[in-house]
């Protein structure tokens, strides 16, 4: 609690001190000077049409994608399984950089080969617009909710949708009426995540609105942070946020409050999958072939091609080909090595600490005490809401005059006050699906509270830990927002050797992106192997 | 015990005094100084080494460069190899941001900083944040001082750049040579502009641009258009790739590292004249290791350390007779027609004034 309330607080009270030639003073000026400018208005409308968009196409994809490769039949599910979770590891702003490369109006790759080799006069949608950072965002966000939604979908039983069928329910109405209302609270975590994470990303909409000069709510508090900067309405703004974010937490809760949603119990079952018809295998296969092309084929291509050129002047060729971009940024940029030691250590421990945290919390917020866990629930998903510079400006007052300045721990305790609701939400998803009687049959018959955890509640959660741990484990690795003010000389990561890189020369973030993706790659590969071996056991 | 004791300690002293004057022949830093400041620089290395290190940052000088900046200091003092220089490439808005906690805070980890924004490092100068220190290469830049582009005692640059209309040549010709020309030089939404809500040396640029050129200037070239961008490494890759055709913001330190990979890029000096923004380099008051940060700014002054500056960033330089060895991207700073700016006298209210300006006239 003492993570969260602390930034949150130290946010509030930076928004409610104005400073004016006496000094400072406890004052609404900062809100007032917000809410009378229209181009707050215009950045909220902006931020929450792509926050709205890519929640509503992420949470579509997500399902869809999940459902097709857990409960179908589709020809290469297994391989679609790891391949939809690719362009989780490329983090937005890599996304959004290669969708530039690929999409520019004047230079894109795509827009070439349109024009150059196929000889049309066809224009690609504007990628410098809404639509274009919803687009990314939307393609980079759907892993997020395939993760939260895949583990109770798979647990689900397929007996509470054959009864539906068997009396007489077509498969539409099967979906709408019996699958989608059981795994709606797993689509609502994912929904929130997905909304809240997406609207407060700075970078996407830096690379892609605002060179259009479309104003977004967090590159108006980039803005507001720079030198002459106006801190007092960066903060308020960042309340305005927070307060939002408090708010559908609650709607949320209230939704799920008045209903059920336990897929799983006692009781033995086998998921079976689906038999598709051939147009349901084609269109299946159709749409796995869209996502992978446009959220890993296509970028990965386009960062490929332009990592291996000196400079970028909008197609590969021979006399500008060169391996010295990897060359550099692997072996002759110091920074490299300790960038990756530095964000391989926050993420495996931070992972870690955030998942206990996680399973802690969200057992006490299905289990515990009726009265108290709204209103815990609500304080540690504060963090959700905060946008990352902000709450990094938050934990650095907080931090800046104790030994943690300057020192890998303190990102890492951000790291975890941040992200670890989001672990919380996949566990407690998977959580509400599980039948108390489960746990009360094991108590019932003579099992104590922590031998009915390790062997009832734990394996049956284990999917969604490993799911939980996976997601912090990537976004950790590539997470900037929070880290860019609390870094210091020797705690840089990798997102901050990409920013400080991408003041150097395109080509070389595009190799340093290459290298992390296959870093994640590997890792998640390994995660795979250790993943069948826990399962098994 | 006298007869023995006399002639061991002459040779004692003899021994040191050679070793000492050995040591002055060897640093190129002591080639031609005056004894006291022979004796002060060799104080200062030998406090220097002691220190281990010193930490800079700056938001120019690319890695490639700081690696010959770093290997040229230590030979120039004679430092170990062991002896440590953390180098941080920074935006300008982080900068700012770190130095400003850092001193807030009292936790100072940085000991020198560079930064080309005059009017912010001045305003740390009159809080009292930035050691004084009277560097001898002070005295080579007496005529920038005397431009309000540095303060003598506390901060000279050890180079400036600025941003002027840019073009790739394989693309678009143009000949002009006022900033009026740019109108209609390419079509519209293809010239760029630097963002100036988002960094102070864009916003610096527009007050300085705005002595010459009037409100309607900028209205007419909002009217054209053009995407708002951050980076000056930005601004010359999409001049490269094609994306525009023209940067009203191009940095010439840009078209010269573009160009050494095979770019065609080009700028113009308007006659107009040119914002030139002085990368104000100073020590912070309670660095946390000070010799080594005075015997950094020394060298960054130097004739040596100018010229490996100007041949890696080809950043324009403040040093009196100095010949660039890149005239053509890095001109004397003689030969530019500057605007003149106060940058002392400009306060923070006011930068916050020019940008509402711009914001109102962009509409970003």
Partial sequence: MLLVVGPFLA?????????????????????????????????????????????????????????????????????????????????????????????????????????????????????????????????????????????????????????????????????????????????????????????????????????????????????????????????????????????????????????????????????????????????????????????????????????????????????????????????????????????????????????????????????????????????????????GIILGLGFLILAIRTPLYSTLSIILIAYIARFFPFATRTVAAMLLAINPELEQSARASGASWLQTMRYVLVPLLLPAIIAAWLMLFVIFIRELGATILLYAQGTETISVVLVILSEHGSTYVAALAIIQLVMLLGAFLLFRATRASLVQA | MKGTFAPAFLSIFTALGIAVDAAAQELPALQGAAPEEKARVLQLVEDAKKEGGLTYWDVVIQPETNDKLSAQFREYYGLPASFKVNYQLSSTANLVTRVEQEIGADRVTIDVAAIGSPTWVFGRVNKGDVLAYASPQYRHYASTFERGMGKDGFFAFNGAYLFVPMWDSERTTFNGKSWKDVFGAVPAGRMSIGDATKSVTYLDTYAGLRKVLDLEYFKKLAESKPPFLLRSEQIAGRLVSGEDLMAFTGMPTRAYQYNQKGAKLKFMLPEEGVVLLPQSMFILKKAPHPNAAKLWIDFMLSERGQEALVRGEALISGRAGFKSPLPEYAPSMDSLKIIKIDWESVSTAELQKMREEWTRVFNP
């Fill in chain 1, 11 to 387: 946010t509030v009270i930076r928004s409610l001190l104005y400073w004016d030639g006496d000094g400072a003073a406890l004052s609404l000026q900062n809100f007032a000077a917000l809410f009378s400018d229209p181009r707050f208005y215009q950045a909220v409308g902006n931020t929450a049409l792509c926050g709205v968009g890519a929640t509503i196409i992420s949470c579509i994809l997500g399902f869809s994608l999940a459902w097709v490769v857990s409960r179908t039949d589709m020809p290469g599910r297994r391989s679609f399984e790891i391949l939809n979770l690719v362009p989780f590891f490329l983090s937005p702003y890599v996304g959004a950089i290669s969708w530039i490369y690929l999409a520019a109006p004047n230079s894109g790759i795509l827009q070439t080969f349109l024009a150059g080799t196929l000889g049309t006069s066809i224009q690609l949608p504007l990628i410098y617009s809404i639509g274009g950072v919803t687009w990314v965002l939307s393609l980079f966000y759907t892993p997020y909710v395939y993760l939260f939604v895949i583990a109770p979908m798979r647990q689900m039983d397929g007996a509470l949708e054959d009864a539906a069928r068997v009396h007489g329910a077509s498969f539409w109405y099967t979906l709408r009426h019996i699958t989608i209302p059981l795994l709606l609270p797993a689509l609502l975590s994912s929904a929130l995540v997905v909304f809240v994470t997406s609207a407060g990303l700075f970078d996407v909409p830096l690379a892609m609105a605002a060179p259009k000069g479309i104003r977004t709510m967090p590159t108006e508090i980039f803005s507001l942070v720079q030198y002459p900067s106006d801190l007092g309405r960066a903060a308020s703004f960042g309340v305005v946020v927070m307060s939002v974010t408090v708010l559908l937490t609650l709607l949320q809760r209230r939704f799920l409050d008045r209903r059920r949603f336990e897929t799983v119990t006692g009781k033995g079952y086998r998921p079976r999958p689906i038999v598709l018809r051939p147009l349901g295998r084609a269109a299946a296969l159709g749409l796995e072939i869209v996502y992978i092309g446009s959220g890993v084929v296509l970028p990965v291509v386009a960062l490929l091609m332009v990592s291996f050129s000196s400079i970028w002047t909008g197609q590969l060729r021979p006399a500008t080909m060169t391996l010295r971009n990897y060359e550099y940024v692997a072996f002759g940029y110091r920074l490299t090595q300790q960038a990756i030691l530095n964000s391989l250590y926050l993420a495996l421990v931070g992972a870690t600490l955030g998942v206990g945290l996680a399973v802690l919390q969200a057992y006490y917020l299905n289990r515990g005490n009726r009265k108290g866990r709204t209103i815990v629930d609500l304080i540690l998903s504060l963090p959700l809401g905060i946008p």
